[in-house]
């Protein structure tokens, strides 16, 4: 429960999630994402609705220096630190996920085949947010023995491990499949299905032996596709593949931990939408880059996105989604002119638009 001030005086607020709240003794609130700044940056304003109709115009609370959002997660989950493991997570959005997460106040352990990125990533995260609530370890989570000493190394680093994000994944060349490398396509699906099954064995493994309850307390994300991304995105047959085989891992691994008994525990799809990495990039031609000015986000602000809602999770089966089919009608619709012209991310030759202090992979990938 959390108290803000308003222009009618101060009401008492009980979080249902980071965006909806209860106010007072039973009426229910959506607080809509568009927050606004003022005040020095200091207090964030936002119209409190119901079905639509505000009911606290202007609410204010002070969060310091943290992003409001932020300020909603802490507000409902106090000072416990979570236990968060994320594979992947050296670069890209895993990296930044692990980022969004220590701000959040949880402990990460974080893992990545290549231990020069994984080092480096660590450091960075140690360098920001302080050495004890960042751990990381070597991976490979195809091969069983390394994600089983992924999750050891988990459970010794964070005690209770409350978030489980399969994040790792490849993606193969965009050619013909019969014109694929066959130890490309065995790499691939190695990481992406093989992987994500032996890093959901591992974490029931661990949550199972935790404090049970009687609704999901812990909680495994896998990186499918969304029903519409698996029909619009046009991958590779050999990733597009895999990632619908996640969906359907996601919704039957749920059902058999319910019918088992096993309510504590919560399985869900986690669908980043477009995001400006390595698995999006390789391979894209100038037309399709140009469309990602529209549709496109840095992992940083998918990952700012993401995290309040993943930890607002409850239950299992959800699906969090960033990128929805009406919202990326509207980017396309009123983005045009970057398709055409160039704009944010990419110019109109397909180049990478380079902002002052920011370092770029020769694919146009920014560096951490």
């Known amino acids: 429960m959390m108290a803000m001030a308003t222009a009618a005086g101060t009401v008492q607020l009980i979080a249902l999630s980071p965006t909806r709240y209860q106010v007072g003794a039973g009426r229910d609130v959506c607080m809509r994402r568009s927050w606004s700044r003022r005040d020095h940056g200091h207090r964030w304003h936002k119209d409190w609705c119901t079905g639509g109709a505000p009911i606290l115009s202007h609410a204010k609370i002070r969060v310091g220096d943290r992003e409001g959002p932020k300020a909603l997660v802490r507000a409902e989950y106090g000072d416990e630190k979570k236990g968060v493991v994320i594979t992947g997570g050296t670069k890209g959005l895993g990296f930044s996920l692990a980022r969004e997460f220590l701000a959040a106040n949880a402990k990460v352990v974080i893992c990545g085949r290549n231990e020069d990125q994984l080092n480096a990533a ?4 140690q360098t920001e947010f302080g050495g004890s609530a960042i751990e990381g370890v070597r991976c490979d989570v195809s091969s069983a023995s390394d994600v ?5 190394f988990a459970k010794e680093k964070l005690g209770t491990i409350h978030f489980w994000i399969n994040n790792a994944g490849e993606v193969t060349s965009k050619k013909l499949l ?5 130890a490309e396509i065995v790499r691939v699906s190695g990481t992406n299905v093989v992987g994500s099954l032996l890093c959901c064995r591992e974490a029931i493994r661990l949550m199972r032996l ?3 309850s009687s ?4 909680h495994i994300f896998n990186m499918g596709f969304s029903r519409w991304g698996a029909s619009f995105t046009k991958s590779a047959c050999t990733h597009k593949s895999t990632k619908v085989a996640l969906t359907q891992l996601t919704r039957s691994l749920s059902e058999e931990l319910q019918a088992a008994g096993l309510s504590s525990i919560g399985v869900h799809n986690l669908s980043p939408g477009m995001v ?6 390789k391979d894209s031609t100038p037309v399709a880059r140009r469309f990602f000015n529209t549709l496109a986000e840095e992992p940083e602000t998918v990952a700012k996105d993401l995290v309040p809602r993943i930890l607002g999770t409850r239950g299992t089966g959800q699906s969090i989604e960033c990128l ?18 160039g704009g944010r991310f990419f110019d109109k030759d397909g180049n990478r638009v380079m902002v002052s202090g920011n370092r770029y992979q020769e694919n146009g990938v920014k560096s951490i």
């Open 210 to 212: 935790q404090e049970p």
């Open 276 to 281: 400006l990495t390595d698995l999006l990039l």
């Open 215 to 218: 609704e999901s307390s812990y």
């Open 324 to 341: 929805s089919p009406a919202s990326a009608f509207f980017k396309v619709a009123f983005g045009f002119p970057q398709i055409i012209s």
């Open 178 to 182: 019969a014109d694929v490398d066959a």
């Open 122 to 125: 660590i450091s960075s995260l």
């Open 148 to 152: 089983a000493a992924l999750a050891s």
